[in-house]
């Protein structure tokens, strides 16, 4: 079975960082993309980033320059770092398995980032 | 960019059948996923690369593509199948989503 865990959400002030972490089991994050996916509360899903499995990254232009996606292939685990966070950047961020470069088959449940002072 | 728009919001009858749709310049020439979100939970897959049914997802659910639109349509709409809706597009190496429809059954 196939289970990807998001943690590391919470809350932080204007220009700090966090660092989500999502956890897979059930496949190789190694042999996979993987994706973030994020959604302000009571808003639409909004695309983030991808990792493929090259370990080559592509992020929105939205969040170009201030998160970072990355991986830990011995834990089986991706990352997204988040720098300079602003307010409009409250979220629950989804992390999720892109199949085929495709569609986006296994999703994890979200952890929740809120950015307020 | 590219763009997608769903309407915000479709009402359909317990057992009728309801249509989704989602415009997109020349959307017939991408490959459309479409997701279902309940409150509090996380997108589930029901429809991928325009057409296809993930085994889980019953054939009630059926997904077509042509010219500018794609078309979600769930026949014999259920109390359960209220939800939000959103479709999925590649732009080159960006994934676009919809804004999103929420579906009503009443």
């Known amino acids: 079975e196939v289970q990807l865990v998001e943690t590391g959400g919470g809350i932080v002030q204007p220009g700090g960082s966090l660092r989500l972490s999502c956890a897979v089991s059930?496949?190789?994050?190694?042999?996979?993309?993987m994706t973030w996916v994020r959604q302000a509360p009571g808003k639409g899903l909004e695309w983030v980033s991808i990792?493929?499995?090259?370990?080559?990254?592509f992020s929105a232009d939205s969040v170009e320059g201030r998160f970072t996606v990355s991986r830990d292939t011995s834990n089986n685990t991706v990352h997204l770092r988040l720098d300079r966070l602003r307010v409009d950047d409250t979220a629950v961020y989804f992390c999720?398995?892109?199949?085929?470069?495709?569609?986006?088959?296994?999703w994890g449940r979200g952890t929740r980032v809120t950015v307020s002072s | 960019s590219y763009d997608l728009t769903q309407p915000v919001s479709v009402s359909v009858a317990p057992g009728q059948t309801a249509r989704l749709t989602c415009e997109g310049n020349?959307?017939?020439?991408?490959?459309v996923h479409w997701y279902q979100q309940k409150p509090g939970q996380a997108p589930v897959l029901v429809i991928h690369?325009?057409?296809n049914r993930p085994s889980a997802i019953p054939e009630r659910f059926a997904g077509s593509n042509s010219g500018n639109t794609a078309t979600l349509t769930i026949t014999a709409a259920q109390a359960g199948d209220e939800a939000d809706y959103y479709c999925?597009?590649?732009?080159?190496?960006?994934?676009?989503f919809g804004g999103g429809t929420r579906l009503t059954v009443l």
């Open positions: 999720a398995r892109v199949y085929g470069g495709n569609h986006f088959d296994y």
């Open positions: 059930g496949l190789r994050v190694s042999d996979n993309y």
């Open positions: 999925h597009v590649w732009d080159s190496r960006t994934a676009v």
């Open positions: 020349r959307i017939g020439y991408k490959n």
């Open positions: 690369r325009d057409t």
């Open positions: 990792i493929y499995d090259d370990g080559g990254t």
